[in-house]
């Protein structure tokens, strides 16, 4: 166990607060008179109480005769030199204490004998629970001595309280391990193995830490509840943080294997207020009949949440409740307002990432239906956080036009597919003013001016209605993610699938806009005034066909953009395999890159080519042939930009999808491979 030093004192440190016991001793109704009627629910002490039903709360248990006595530094009890005292709690107190048989150092609890600790953690074997070695009982001082894993460093408690005098600016993975060797009294013995952890944080951002400890936490917890053992007073003054900066679990005294729920009245059911379910509440109070059952492992991933929510913000989510009764009006008042909504972490730090606050919020959900079913879950939703957030610091920052979309990703991003129309526009009337317009009767050009006011109403109503149809779910989801909902992850995953096809939509979208005017044209010209040559065919063709490839090309680009910079990494529920789900979903995007790059220069210089092949006409005026030479220009200028631009373009586009995907040779950070060892 490591030492348990006083708490430093801060503006945020909650009122004193009374043990609290329901073992209600003959003198508890005197007892309770000592309880100040303002008295802060918010408790960071753990209490007990025999199994249900559970009596009032608060109430300070005075000392009793038959209180085993405790050693005092330099005493020997049993096999153990005690060296000093680490901490105390409501069960027991904790020294430092050297094993004489072995030559060790250990932790050394001593408490009276009850209880079943020793045997609880004797099947929790994992590196981030503290070891059981040996238990010793004296009858005759009724004191049971648990020797355990000694751990050099302090509690994330003090961690917390420490980050929480800085400001949150400076806070990182780094500041955590400097808190540790500050705070830190006794040294550690080397670990090769451990400084991978100590690395680790030391490089990490804070909400990169802060996920990888808790996420460790989650490991250790599912370990545990495998084991048919519930922790039930998960807090940080619980969780120890070694020299190296690893966070292992502690105190199982009051965990519980539900197998022996209904085992003899004895048996200890308790916990800590500020960090309890609201079921947990609800077990406590005896004005509510719920069965103990309802405490399971999902309050114990609530009470992880409240850890976590903790360590992001430097305070619990829940204003304090004063305790004005005896009875269980103020614990009525607690579980209620943790059933009012899941607090968010961002309400109170807006740095959070949202990813991450959607994580702790479903651990916070008032319903246990809706939190991580299992600590497993919630630990490979942490771990899905750290890889976004790598993603997000992979991501190429860009300039104006990426934070701009970012912004507005609908609006910039229906801007930016819809220019390269515009350009596809320009080109197409040049063309037909060129070779087309000239060559028509006067009915024929009053029909063609008719059919290309109807065309366009008919094509633009057509395509902005689809429009509106594909960006419909995307932008509910997004709305809903702003307004801080937590989507199911089949709905998640459907709407991404739809951001993917956003791409695809844009080819569709201008092949429906552009080809079918290059027969649609001429044949209702035909018909209704009068019969075209076969080259006026052949120049709607080939002028429709042209503005439609170089709006297909660029519209695609500027849809890619939106869809991979902005849209898709935003839509994860908790980033879970987030990598490997992205390699899969984007295995297409490259080539289609590729064809696209070569599209962009090939289609304008090739128009350009065409048009030099076929050379004016001999009816050309003299404006005119300027205005062919005009456009023969323009077409090869823009050939060569848009070349360099979808060069420019898809370069960047490899940057993200190299961003999103990683390398798979080299794991899932590619040049980063240890930040994320998951061991």
């Given at each position: 166990?490591?030492?348990q030093?006083?708490?430093?004192?801060?503006?945020?440190?909650?009122?004193?607060?009374a043990?609290?016991?329901?073992?209600t001793?003959?003198?508890a109704?005197?007892?309770?008179?000592?309880?100040?009627?303002?008295?802060?629910?918010?408790?960071?002490?753990?209490?007990?109480?025999?199994?249900?039903?559970?009596?009032?709360?608060?109430?300070?248990?005075?000392?009793?005769s038959?209180?085993p006595?405790?050693?005092?530094?330099?005493?020997?009890?049993d096999?153990?030199?005690?060296?000093?005292?680490?901490?105390?709690?409501?069960f027991?107190?904790?020294?430092?204490?050297?094993?004489?048989?072995?030559?060790?150092?250990?932790?050394?609890?001593?408490?009276?004998?009850?209880?079943?600790?020793?045997?609880?953690?004797?099947?929790?074997?994992?590196?981030?629970?503290?070891?059981?070695?040996?238990?010793?009982?004296?009858p005759?001082?009724?004191v049971?001595?648990?020797?355990?894993?000694?751990?050099?460093?302090?509690?994330?408690?003090?961690?917390?309280?420490?980050?929480?005098?800085r400001?949150?600016?400076?806070?990182?993975?780094?500041?955590?391990?400097?808190?540790?060797?500050?705070?830190s009294?006794?040294?550690?013995?080397?670990?090769?193995?451990?400084?991978?952890?100590?690395?680790?944080?030391?490089?990490?951002?804070?909400?990169?830490?802060?996920?990888?400890?808790?996420?460790?936490?989650?490991?250790?917890?599912?370990?545990?509840?495998?084991?048919?053992?519930?922790?039930?007073?998960?807090?940080?003054?619980?969780?120890?943080?070694?020299?190296?900066?690893?966070?292992?679990?502690?105190?199982?005294?009051?965990?519980?294997?539900?197998?022996?729920?209904?085992?003899?009245?004895?048996?200890?059911?308790?916990?800590?207020?500020?960090?309890?379910?609201?079921?947990?509440?609800?077990?406590?109070?005896?004005?509510?009949?719920?069965?103990?059952?309802?405490?399971?492992?999902?309050?114990d991933?609530?009470?992880?949440?409240?850890?976590?929510?903790?360590?992001?913000t430097?305070?619990?989510?829940?204003?304090?409740?004063?305790?004005?009764?005896?009875?269980?009006?103020?614990?009525?008042?607690?579980?209620?307002?943790?059933?009012?909504?899941?607090?968010?972490?961002?309400?109170?730090?807006?740095?959070?990432?949202?990813?991450?606050?959607?994580?702790?919020?479903?651990?916070?959900?008032?319903?246990?239906?809706?939190?991580?079913?299992?600590?497993?879950?919630?630990?490979?939703?942490?771990?899905?956080?750290?890889?976004?957030?790598?993603?997000?610091?992979?991501?190429?920052?860009?300039?104006?036009?990426?934070?701009?979309?970012?912004?507005?990703?609908?609006?910039?991003?229906?801007?930016?597919?819809?220019?390269?129309?515009?350009?596809?526009?320009?080109?197409?009337?040049?063309?037909?003013?060129?070779?087309?317009?000239?060559?028509?009767?006067?009915?024929?050009?009053?029909?063609?001016?008719?059919v290309?006011?109807?065309?366009?109403?008919?094509?633009?109503?057509?395509?902005?209605?689809?429009?509106?149809?594909?960006?419909?779910?995307?932008?509910?989801?997004?709305?809903?993610?702003?307004?801080g909902?937590?989507?199911?992850?089949?709905?998640m995953?459907?709407?991404?699938?739809?951001?993917?096809?956003?791409?695809?939509?844009?080819i569709?979208?201008?092949?429906?806009?552009?080809?079918?005017?290059g027969?649609?044209?001429?044949?209702?010209?035909?018909?209704?005034?009068?019969?075209?040559?076969?080259?006026?065919?052949?120049h709607?063709?080939?002028?429709?066909?042209?503005?439609?490839?170089?709006?297909?090309?660029?519209?695609?680009?500027?849809a890619?953009?939106?869809?991979?910079?902005?849209?898709?990494?935003?839509?994860?529920?908790?980033?879970?395999?987030?990598?490997?789900?992205?390699?899969?979903?984007?295995?297409?995007?490259?080539?289609?890159?590729?064809?696209?790059?070569?599209?962009?220069?090939?289609?304008?210089?090739?128009?350009?080519?065409?048009?030099?092949?076929?050379?004016?006409?001999?009816?050309?005026?003299?404006?005119?042939?300027?205005?062919?030479?005009?456009?023969?220009?323009?077409?090869?200028?823009?050939?060569?930009?848009?070349?360099?631009?979808?060069?420019?373009?898809?370069?960047?586009?490899?940057?993200?999808?190299?961003?999103?995907?990683?390398?798979?040779?080299?794991?899932?950070?590619?040049?980063?491979?240890?930040?994320?060892?998951?061991?």
């Open positions: 166990m490591a030492e030093p006083e708490r430093l004192p801060t503006p945020k440190d909650p009122p004193a607060t043990d609290f016991s329901t073992a001793p003959p003198d109704a005197e007892s309770a008179r000592d309880v100040t009627d303002a008295h802060d629910t918010r408790e960071s002490t753990t209490g007990f109480v025999p199994s249900f039903p559970a009596p009032v709360l608060g109430m300070r248990p005075k000392s009793r038959g209180a006595s405790l050693p005092e530094p330099g005493d020997r009890i096999d153990f030199e005690i060296v000093q005292v680490l901490g105390a709690g409501a027991a107190t904790v020294f430092l204490a050297r094993q004489v048989s072995l030559d060790r150092q250990v932790a050394l609890k001593v408490s009276a004998n009850r209880g079943s600790e020793a045997r609880t953690l004797a099947q929790l074997e994992h590196d981030h629970i503290v070891r059981v070695f040996s238990e010793v009982v004296l005759a001082k009724n049971r001595l648990l020797c355990m894993q000694f751990v050099s460093g302090t509690t994330l408690e003090r961690i917390i309280r420490n980050l929480s005098t400001h949150p600016g400076t806070w990182s993975g780094r500041s955590i391990v400097e808190i540790i060797d500050q705070v009294s006794h040294p550690a013995m080397f670990d090769p193995a451990a400084l991978r952890d100590r690395e680790l944080l030391m490089r990490s951002d804070f909400f990169e830490a802060a996920c990888w400890i808790v996420a460790r936490l989650a490991e250790a917890l599912a370990h545990a509840h495998n084991q048919r053992v519930l922790h039930r007073d998960i807090k940080p003054a619980n969780i120890l943080v070694n020299r190296y900066g690893r966070p292992m679990l502690a105190d199982f005294n009051v965990a519980l294997d539900p197998q022996r729920l209904k085992g003899p009245a004895g048996e200890v059911f308790g916990g800590t207020l500020g960090y309890m379910a609201p079921e947990h509440i609800d077990a406590f109070n005896p004005a509510v009949n719920v069965s103990p059952a309802a405490v399971d492992e999902r309050s991933t609530y009470s992880l949440g409240l850890v976590l929510h903790e360590l992001l430097g305070v619990l989510p829940f204003d304090a409740v004063p305790r004005t009764t005896r009875d269980g009006s103020s614990l009525q008042l607690l579980a209620n307002q943790r059933r009012a909504e899941a607090p968010s972490p961002r309400a109170r730090r807006e740095e959070v990432p949202e990813i991450l606050d959607r994580v702790v919020r479903r651990c916070l959900d008032p319903d246990p239906a809706r939190r991580y079913q299992t600590a497993d879950a919630l630990g490979l939703a942490l771990k899905g956080c750290i890889e976004h957030r790598h993603v997000e610091k992979a991501l190429p920052r860009g300039g104006i036009l990426t934070r701009a979309t970012l912004r507005h990703p609908v609006m910039i991003g229906v801007v930016l597919i819809v220019l390269p129309h515009i350009l596809g526009s320009a080109v197409n009337i040049s063309y037909n003013s060129l070779r087309i317009v000239g060559n028509l009767t006067e009915d024929q050009q009053r029909i063609f001016v008719d290309a006011m109807a065309y366009n109403v008919f094509t633009y109503s057509l395509c902005l209605a689809l429009i509106v149809k594909i960006m419909r779910p995307i932008v509910r989801m997004w709305q809903r993610l702003s307004a909902e937590i989507p199911g992850d089949d709905e995953t459907a709407v991404r699938h739809q951001v993917l096809q956003l791409p695809v939509w844009a569709g979208l201008a092949c429906l806009g552009w080809l079918p005017g027969i649609l044209f001429p044949l209702a010209i035909d018909a209704l005034a009068g019969p075209l040559d076969r080259d006026v065919y052949h709607f063709l080939v002028s429709f066909t042209l503005s439609g490839l170089i709006a297909m090309t660029y519209s695609l680009f500027a890619q953009f939106v869809v991979l910079r902005v849209l898709y990494p935003r839509f994860w529920v908790d980033g879970s395999a987030m990598r490997a789900l992205a390699r899969d979903e984007l295995q297409a995007i490259d080539g289609r890159l590729r064809i696209c790059q070569f599209l962009a220069g090939l289609i304008p210089l090739a128009g350009a080519a065409l048009m030099v092949s076929v050379g004016p006409d001999e009816q050309f005026t003299m404006s005119s042939y300027r205005t062919f030479r005009l456009l023969v220009t323009a077409l090869i200028a823009l050939g060569m930009v848009g070349f360099g631009a979808a060069l420019t373009a898809s370069t960047q586009l490899h940057q993200i999808l190299h961003a999103l995907v990683g390398d798979e040779r080299r794991g899932l950070e590619g040049d980063r491979p240890s930040r994320t060892s998951w061991h």
